[in-house]
């Protein structure tokens, strides 16, 4: 029994595969060398042909995303929370292990490398220069999470943590910061790639034009995280003196300013004092101020005394009325002129698509 092409047949199925893999290759050469060959003998309509489905291809640049950069899945994840405006420290520090709980559950544990909290403003001016992830009180922090090298894709952690996280603890913002360091370069630091700036001599009006710039851009697609960076409803405490009646006891606003800013600051500005120490010859500031606990509610505030030189002492609540307000968490300024920052990140659609829809809006 021999084979057509004068080779005998195998059994072996290897060498009949590849037997048949060499007898098509050859065919497909040989009708790629007569293609050749017709396409050279007819130059001027190959080069025509060719040079119009190269122009026809132009007609594809309207579909084709546009990025800076391909996305880098390096396993790291920077989540950036920002609790109610004005919590207290140990508020959102409590907050935040609830939140990292709820990330373990999402997240299984052999997949996880460490989990690591930053809450707060730091201590030194120095790490508040290098801070970029958008922390401006004791209210915000940042989650910072460390895949395994074996790990499903960290976008889809991301779109999980997106969905879950705001449903869980509603009242606080989440969202998620550059985190490898190419993604960090090609935000030149911003903590997102997409920052709308509202600049204006005019603060409420900067504002409401940023609540609306924000309800537009939220409904775009592909939009994620997007969030106003200057909120202006931290809480505070206003207390408005009546100046006649201080000025019968012969205080002014001046001491009734001193005497609530050593309470509930200390003396280290209003008044310093140091003691020498007569052993090795060291000072040391001393500084006096109120407990913390004794100053907790409106009522003790309003028992704070109010007393200076020559004049009768008094109380804050006898000489001034206490109200609750609302002021900027922080003020920002680009060229002197206030500021306000939309912040906001793509999720699955390329950035040059969503940054034409939003400088249309």
């Given at each position: ?90 508020d959102t520090s409590a907050q935040f292990d609830r939140i990292e709980q709820r990330i373990r559950q999402i997240i299984p544990a052999d997949e996880l490398v460490s ?247």
């Open positions: 029994d021999m084979h057509a092409a004068g080779t005998p047949t195998s059994r072996n199925p290897l060498v009949r595969f590849q037997r048949g893999f060499e007898q098509r290759f050859e065919r497909f050469r040989k009708s790629y060398g007569a293609l050749l060959e017709r396409a050279l003998a007819t130059p001027r309509p190959f080069i025509i042909g060719f040079l119009a489905c190269v122009a026809l291809s132009f007609l594809l640049v309207p579909f084709l995303g546009e990025n800076f950069f391909p996305s880098v899945d390096a396993g790291q994840m920077a989540l950036h929370v920002r609790a109610p405006v004005g919590s207290r420290i140990e989990v690591v909290d930053n809450i707060g403003l730091p201590v030194s001016a120095i790490n508040t220069t290098y801070n970029n992830s958008g922390t401006v009180g004791p209210q915000d922090g940042d989650i910072l999470i460390q895949l395994t090298k074996d790990h499903r894709p960290t976008d889809e952690y991301v779109r999980m943590l997106r969905e879950q996280l705001p449903h869980d603890f509603p009242g606080s913002t989440f969202s998620f910061l550059p985190a490898d360091i190419t993604s960090q370069i090609l935000n030149f630091g911003a903590p997102a790639p997409i920052d709308v700036a509202i600049s204006g001599k005019d603060d409420d009006g900067n504002a409401a034009f940023a609540r609306e710039v924000l309800r537009r851009i939220t409904a775009i697609p592909g939009v994620a995280d997007a969030r106003i960076q200057q909120s202006a409803r931290y809480p505070q405490l206003d207390v408005d003196v009546d100046r006649s009646r201080i000025g019968q006891y012969g205080l002014t606003e001046r001491d009734v300013t001193n005497s609530l800013g050593s309470s509930l600051a200390g003396t280290s500005q209003t008044a310093p004092v140091y003691f020498l120490d007569p052993a090795s010859g060291v000072s040391y500031p001393v500084v006096a101020q109120t407990p913390e606990y004794q100053v907790g509610s409106i009522s003790d505030l309003a028992n704070v005394p109010v007393s200076a030189a020559g004049a009768s002492s008094q109380i804050v609540g006898g000489i001034a009325t206490i109200g609750r307000s609302y002021a900027p968490t922080v003020v920002s300024h680009y060229n002197i002129a206030p500021v306000v920052n939309v912040f906001a990140t793509t999720n699955g659609r390329d950035l040059g698509a969503v940054a034409g829809d939003i400088n249309r809006v």
